[in-house]
């Protein structure tokens, strides 16, 4: 079966500070690739996409490369600020036919102080 | 802008009642999904549907049942409920499967069973 793997919260940075959050996955196929944040009291939203390998996502200052060879969607940041405090979600996504399940991983919570 | 709409914020019920969760969409999306949330354990997928009237078991089904009469309304059931459904709930709905679908989630409900 698919299933996702990300490390684990929180992680607490200072502000500019350089940001990785790693997420390997295994899947029969070949997935699209999602991140998506979790802003305090909100429901998640997309923050960035891939959909095939070597593609590169970017948004707000993030960045995911999908690297098929080694199953990964790393997500980085060079300078972090403190409104990028939140829950990140990895999100592998695979059409299967017939209603397709978009699996994510437990969540990675950021903590960016002053 | 698009919207998934859950019918509340915050509910209170007690141990044994029926509880209706319910979420509108109108973005005339095909697929529409319900999770829960808990800490340290991410999302986690109760089911889904990728038609009216049809539904899928996600990964823990067991005490949910769900209903989808129309295209925008998708509601999930508990048929009693427990305390050990304390939860997070989270509903999302996307468009017909390509590789780019993105899900757009709802605010959340967050159920306490006492």
């Known amino acids: 079966g698919n299933s996702v793997t990300q490390m684990e919260g929180p992680v607490t940075l200072s502000e500019e500070a350089f940001l990785t959050i790693n997420c390997t996955y295994t899947a029969t196929g070949y997935p699209s690739l999602f991140w998506y944040v979790q802003y305090p009291g909100e429901g998640l939203q997309l923050l960035l996409k891939a959909t095939k390998a070597d593609d590169k996502g970017s948004n707000k200052g993030f960045e995911a490369t999908y690297r098929k060879e080694t199953t990964s969607f790393h997500l980085e940041k060079g300078s972090v600020q403190v409104s990028d405090s939140a829950v990140y979600f990895c999100?592998?996504?695979?059409?299967?036919?017939?209603?397709?399940?978009?699996?994510f991983g437990t969540g990675t919570q950021l903590k960016v102080e002053l | 802008d698009v919207k998934v709409t859950q019918s509340s914020r915050y509910l209170v019920k007690r141990t044994g009642e029926k509880v209706f969760l319910e979420c509108v969409q109108d973005m005339d999306h095909e697929n529409m999904f319900w999770y829960r949330q808990d800490p340290g354990l991410g999302l986690r997928l109760i089911y889904f549907s990728y038609d009216v009237k049809m539904k899928e078991k996600g990964d823990i089904p067991e005490g949910y049942s769900v209903s989808r009469e129309k295209k925008e309304r998708f509601s999930l059931i508990l048929e009693s409920a427990s305390t050990n459904q304390t939860s997070m709930y989270l509903c999302a709905s996307s468009d017909k499967d390509s590789l780019n679908t993105e899900a757009f989630f709802g605010q959340g409900t967050r159920l306490t069973v006492v």
């Open positions: 999100a592998p996504y695979i059409l299967t036919g017939g209603g397709n399940k978009l699996t």
